[in-house]
């Protein structure tokens, strides 16, 4: 028997020590099976190995930076070490920043492309083709509502959300009748830390939403996964956000999106360093109310 046949397949959550991920893990583990659990966060790791086990799964876990270049050679080795296949991969790390593109460091927002595009697509695509000679397992990415717009003072992480919703269908119907399932999850703000740790949750669009749980977000992504889905959309409000995003022209919706998500006291996109409302919005006001 070789060694592949050997292996036991396993459910790999990349970005699980918490929120989505971490609750994705949870909902996986009831059903009895093998999850890996990948993070930076050793504290982070253990507290999601011991709810995967109260949860009757079996926990690995790998404390691992996914931004490193020899990342998916690590998981890979990793897996193979413990007697394991990668069945079913859920890429659910990322992070975002609020702010004007010009204003924010040039390296943290290249970090956003690096995490959430570049580790997302290496991981991918490294596991896919096994699935596929298998003809079982899948991908499950986590994007957002953000990835069917552009979000002005979050051009980054809606243009990385962007990608990963893009790529995901784009994968899922290449590999529709192959037996492996790509679904990119794509819900509203949700209670998490990242809405702090990105600055969002200081933005008045971020306020207005109402935001979902992430057992929540977990529970509707397997089982959309399962089923089969290209897209998974938790939550009415998100459903209508992305029709009125499909629905709106540009002139209308950038205005908007940008508005609601700055601040009075944010500095002034143009760069001067002083405060929107006194440079470029009050030249705005003034241009607006001439005749």
Not at 132 to 148: D, E, K, P, T, W
Not at 158 to 181: D, I, N, P, W
Not at 257 to 262: E, I, K, S, T, Y
Request: proline share 4%; glycine share 10%.
């Amino acid at each position: 028997m070789s060694l592949q046949e050997e292996a036991r397949f396993a459910v790999v959550v990349v970005g699980a020590s918490r929120g989505i991920g971490r609750a994705i893990a949870k909902v996986v583990a009831r059903e009895k099976a093998v999850v890996v659990l990948v993070a930076r966060s050793s504290e982070g790791l253990a507290a999601a190995a011991a709810d995967v086990r109260d949860a009757g799964g079996e926990a690995y876990t790998l404390e691992l930076d996914i931004v490193a270049s020899d990342a998916s050679t690590r998981l890979r080795d990793f897996l193979s070490a413990n007697g394991l296949v990668c069945d079913v991969l859920v890429n659910s790390a990322g992070y975002g920043l609020r702010g004007a593109a010009m204003n924010l460091s040039v390296e943290d927002q290249l970090g956003i492309v690096d995490l959430n595009i570049r580790a997302l697509t290496d991981l991918t695509l490294r596991f896919l083709p096994q699935m596929a000679a298998r003809r079982r397992g899948g991908v499950i990415n986590l994007g957002s509502i953000a990835g069917f717009l552009p979000g002005p003072n979050m051009a980054l992480y809606y243009a990385s959300k962007s990608f990963v919703r893009s790529f995901s269908e784009a994968l899922h119907q290449e590999l529709r009748a192959t037996g492996v399932t790509i679904t990119c999850v794509a819900p509203g703000p949700v209670s998490t830390d990242f809405l702090e740790r990105s600055g969002a949750g200081r933005a008045t669009l971020f306020k207005i939403l109402p935001k979902l749980n992430s057992a929540y977000v977990a529970e509707r992504a397997w089982r959309g996964f399962k089923s089969g889905r290209r897209l998974v959309v938790p939550g009415i409000s998100a459903k209508l956000v992305i029709i009125s995003a499909k629905l709106l022209p540009s002139a209308v919706l950038l205005p908007v999106v940008g508005r609601l998500q700055r601040r009075s006291g944010d500095p002034c996109p143009c760069g001067s360093g002083k405060k929107f409302k006194e440079c470029c919005g009050a030249r705005r006001r003034q241009t607006v109310g001439s005749h």
